[in-house]
């Protein structure tokens, strides 16, 4: 198979992945979503990172003290790999 038809596949591979990641991150807004809160974000350190049930990323603004914890926040923006939220109950440390 000639490189260039195997790029084109390829391209197109990654445009329907791309396009049923962003579906199913738009189908979460809205949704109040369980995490287990890992850490910091890998972009801003002054936020946490918690993952879904389904193993979703969430970037949220929380206390240090949520890593380890599961907690429940909605779901507010959905972003290209990543989900935003907001902390809605937490259990206390």
């Known amino acids: 198979t000639p490189q260039e038809v195997?790029?084109?596949?390829?391209?197109?591979?990654q445009a329907v992945i791309n396009a049923n990641i962003k579906s199913i991150s738009e189908s979460?807004?809205?949704t109040?979503?369980?995490?287990?809160?890992?850490?910091?974000?890998?972009?801003?350190?002054?936020?946490?990172?918690g993952r879904t049930e389904c193993n979703?990323?969430?970037?949220?603004?929380?206390?240090?003290?949520?890593?380890?914890q599961m907690v429940d926040?909605?779901?507010t923006e959905a972003r290209a790999?990543?989900?935003r939220g907001e902390?809605?109950?937490?259990?206390?440390?």
């Open 56 to 68: 979703r990323v969430v970037n949220f603004a929380g206390h240090p003290r949520l890593v380890g």
């Open 87 to 93: 902390v809605l109950v937490h259990e206390s440390a």
């Open 6 to 13: 195997k790029l084109r596949r390829l391209h197109q591979l």
């Open 28 to 30: 979460r807004l809205g």
């Open 73 to 75: 926040v909605t779901i």
């Open 81 to 83: 790999y990543t989900l």
């Open 32 to 49: 109040v979503q369980r995490l287990l809160v890992e850490g910091s974000s890998k972009r801003d350190a002054s936020e946490l990172m």
